[in-house]
């Protein structure tokens, strides 16, 4: 009986995408594009499409509270005590705590899953390889106890406070040891395997994944966190955002994620639709080359800018729905992130600060996406920089382009965005407030900014564990950064999805992994 679930259930969905009726009462339908995914194992996916699916797929050690981001809660550990020398953390493993394949989650598991990200170096494995950690030192970091105890040691001068937050994000996954490793191929991890399976102990299992097309997840009833309350999420690759919300509008789908503003209009008032605009960690800002040449070197020409810049305009006009005004690197939501918006849009007091530096006759070369909002929001600055005099030439092109450009310092300046790698101040502030000039490529050193003692604060803000303290220092480079860099930080984006409004218990938070389906009923 068991194996023919997949064929009842393809031919109830199959149904239901081709005629208006309500979707299968067991099974949550969610019409999105997937095309950016390219494996479903923790230790390397780090797209959209596979980051939101790991909180349904895996559990951590702790995980946020989706309640409240900020608190770590005990997941797979029920508890932990740090080290005496602050070098380590011993875990206390969830008594009773097992796989989807129903064996017992042991210190084992947690040994493999992170050694296994360090020795794949993937590109999620830079969160993990900030403890210290690699290929040839991870073993000796991590040691079992005893059956329900494991060790976490590191040599990096950072926290344990600042550790616990690197193990919360989905690259700390705990995965099914002996599941994977009776899949591994060629000394792999599992990791091909893993691509299009999944080994862990959310609510929800891979059921089947087919590329550029579905992923069906079926309900773990023995996950530890317990049982989820729909059996099944069916994810249909839904390229265009008017095919999403036209299946959504008709009932074809529960959820339409990653809509426009011209499709959320559109569903305004709509029966039966519920249009949501979540707040995500997402920043927009103006980014200048302070090397490209002296007057974009210049501090009076990144003060003038940030009066240029026609933050409401753009927010509440241009983009309704779409973004809120935001001016400092740490988004609304994260621990010790500025709330205070000290920049208004003032072309006059921008002439004034020109013209007291010296500056006649400004231009400079703006690369920027061509796709929307990208180009939307360069436009408009076009605008609002040319009514303080400020010649702004729009270069616009495809998004690898522009990153490679950015990334060889063959810039003047950029409008782009930002968005974090895993829940911590520092994600941000290692971008927007760090340049080693050890060839590593953060913000700061892509705009060659050099800023030594700020970086120092940076790594020092790792190391202290009071996070009253953390704050405080987070807060301090943040106004540094806010009042005399060359980042014009001036929007945080919002999520646009929509929902059928018979759906309860659907929880979304700001970091793209911060979806949770667990609790969703119909």
Request: hydrophobic share 40%; no cysteine; aromatic share 8%.
């Amino acid at each position: 009986m068991k194996s023919l679930v997949p064929s009842v259930l393809a031919v109830a969905l199959a149904a239901s995408f081709t005629v208006q009726a309500a979707t299968p009462p067991d099974t949550l339908v969610i019409a999105q594009s997937i095309d950016d995914a390219s494996s479903f194992d923790p230790a390397q996916g780090f797209e959209l499409t596979t980051v939101q699916a790991f909180n349904s797929l895996y559990q951590r050690l702790l995980q946020s509270d989706p309640a409240n981001p900020v608190d770590l809660k005990p997941t797979l550990a029920s508890s932990w005590q740090p080290g005496s020398d602050n070098r380590s953390l011993t875990f206390t493993l969830r008594d009773g705590a097992t796989f989807a394949s129903g064996n017992p989650v042991r210190p084992e598991d947690v040994i493999f899953s992170l050694s296994r990200v360090v020795k794949l170096n993937l590109e999620p494995s830079f969160i993990l390889t900030q403890l210290g950690w690699n290929k040839d030192n991870v073993d000796a970091q991590l040691k079992k106890i005893d059956d329900q105890h494991v060790q976490v040691s590191w040599t990096a001068n950072v926290s344990p406070a600042y550790v616990l937050s690197l193990l919360s994000a989905p690259v700390s996954s705990i995965v099914d040891e002996k599941l994977v490793s009776a899949n591994v191929k060629n000394g792999d991890f599992g990791n091909s395997w893993l691509g299009a399976h999944s080994a862990g102990s959310g609510p929800f299992q891979i059921r089947k994944y087919v590329p550029h097309e579905v992923v069906l997840l079926a309900a773990n009833p023995t996950s530890p966190g317990g049982a989820p309350k729909l059996k099944n999420i069916l994810i249909k690759n839904v390229p265009e955002p008017a095919a999403r919300r036209l299946l959504l509008e008709q009932g074809d789908a529960d959820i339409a994620r990653n809509l426009g503003a011209d499709q959320i209009a559109a569903l305004q008032g709509k029966p039966g639709v519920k249009p949501v605009a979540v707040p995500i960690a997402s920043l927009y800002f103006l980014q200048f080359n302070a090397e490209a040449s002296p007057v974009l070197k210049n501090p009076a020409l990144w003060e003038a800018a940030r009066y240029l810049f026609d933050y409401k305009g753009i927010a509440d006009e241009l983009l309704k729905g779409q973004f809120a005004v935001h001016q400092s690197f740490l988004p609304d939501g994260y621990l010790g992130a500025l709330k205070d918006k000290p920049f208004t849009y003032d072309p006059e007091k921008a002439k004034a600060i020109l013209q007291k530096a010296g500056l006649t006759n400004v231009s400079f070369k703006l690369s920027v996406n061509n796709q929307p909002p990208y180009l939307d929001i360069a436009q408009a600055l076009q605008g609002s920089f040319a009514r303080g005099g400020v010649k702004v030439e729009l270069i616009p092109g495809i998004s690898s382009e522009v990153s490679t450009k950015v990334k060889a310092h063959q810039y003047e300046s950029v409008l782009t965005s930002w968005g974090p790698d895993y829940f911590d101040p520092n994600t941000n502030a290692a971008a927007f407030a760090y340049n080693p000039e050890d060839g590593s490529k953060t913000l700061a050193w892509r705009s060659n900014w050099h800023i030594p003692e700020l970086s120092k604060q940076t790594l020092a803000a790792t190391a202290e564990s009071d996070n009253a303290k953390r704050v405080e220092m987070y807060q301090k480079m943040q106004r540094e950064v806010q009042q005399k860099s060359p980042f014009v930080i001036g929007l945080q984006a919002r999520q646009l999805i929509a929902l059928r409004d018979n759906l309860k218990g659907y929880q979304q938070g700001i970091n793209p992994d911060m979806v949770f389906y667990n609790q969703v009923s119909k």
